[in-house]
């Protein structure tokens, strides 16, 4: 096990001043109260980001998203995130709005997206610093081509919501998954917000004990948090490829981890297209929040 100097006391009621902050979150709103709604809100209004609310079709977890806009998107009016007071009619944004003022976000904001989602997403994606989602409820859904795209098509880290979740910001248990891989990489140092709130923190590591490097610094995922005063306890993962979505899932399990946070892709360059067999499993068969980067 490896330790460094503990977290501060969750208890006070400074906790919330000491968290780091989230930035600006993009909420993928399959309705306007569901637990990406609340937690999107919770974790921007930690330290005054923002965050918008971003209506799309029911099907879009479920059924790959065209990467090319079709010619009624190209003759619709260009993507535009809008404010509380163009919302007057009501409707879901409305109730998303006050959703989120009463978490603490100062202006959230709506976005309804019908037409060209690659696009409109892309844009969205150039002020934000973070997606959640969560997944559909309907177990005839095919959520995989759907969360493929955010990842690939923003480039934002995605906070993956399961079907039932408690709709909070903060992650008590937290399991951070490490192959050596910049994924992986990307995504240890994306979580560090939520990292720094939990009170027990795992590395899972499936590196080589002994790999050869070529001279060039390698990112040290247990130094980097313990600069930032978080105490983790290191375990080794020795699995196959094929085996390791479900041992990661059963440590997850023995760890009650709440989190999970993982690379998104294999190392395979012909599969970089598709989700990564171990992040496959675990969103197939897995019941945890998932942190996803690629």
């Known amino acids: 096990m490896v330790t460094t100097a503990s977290n501060p006391d969750r208890s006070t009621p400074m906790m919330q001043t000491s968290l780091r902050a989230v930035g600006d979150v993009l909420a993928i709103v399959g309705s306007p109260r569901d637990a990406a709604s609340y937690v999107s809100s919770r974790l921007a209004a930690r330290t005054n980001g923002s965050v918008t609310g971003c209506s799309m079709s029911a099907a879009f977890l479920g059924h790959a998203v065209p990467s090319e806009p079709t010619v009624m998107a190209l003759l619709d009016q260009p993507p535009a995130a809008r404010r509380r007071d163009d919302l007057a009619s009501g409707g879901d944004g409305d109730q998303f709005m006050h959703l989120a003022r009463t978490a603490g976000v100062h202006d959230p904001q709506w976005a309804v997206i019908e037409n060209d989602a690659a696009g409109r997403l892309a844009s969205l994606s150039t002020w934000h610093d973070l997606v959640v989602v969560q997944r559909p409820a309907d177990l005839d859904a095919n959520p995989l081509d759907g969360l493929n795209h955010l990842l690939l098509g923003t480039g934002l880290p995605c906070l993956v919501l399961p079907e039932i979740c408690a709709p909070c910001g903060v992650f008590d ?35 080589e004990p002994h790999a050869v490097t070529d001279g060039v610094p390698r990112f040290d995922p247990m130094a980097f948090l313990a600069r930032h005063g978080v105490e983790i306890t290191h375990k080794r993962l020795h699995a196959t490829p094929s085996s390791a979505g479900a041992a990661i899932l059963d440590r997850a399990r023995r760890f009650k981890a709440e989190l999970l946070v993982m690379g998104a892709y294999g190392h395979t360059p012909l599969r970089e297209h598709l989700l990564g067999g171990a992040t496959r499993h675990v969103l197939t068969h897995g019941t945890i929040a998932t942190l996803l980067c690629h």
């Open 173 to 207: 248990n937290v399991m951070l998954t490490w192959d050596g891989s910049a994924p992986s990489t990307r995504a240890i140092r994306a979580a560090l917000p939520l990292v720094v709130a939990a009170q027990r923190v795992c590395v899972l590591d499936g590196t």
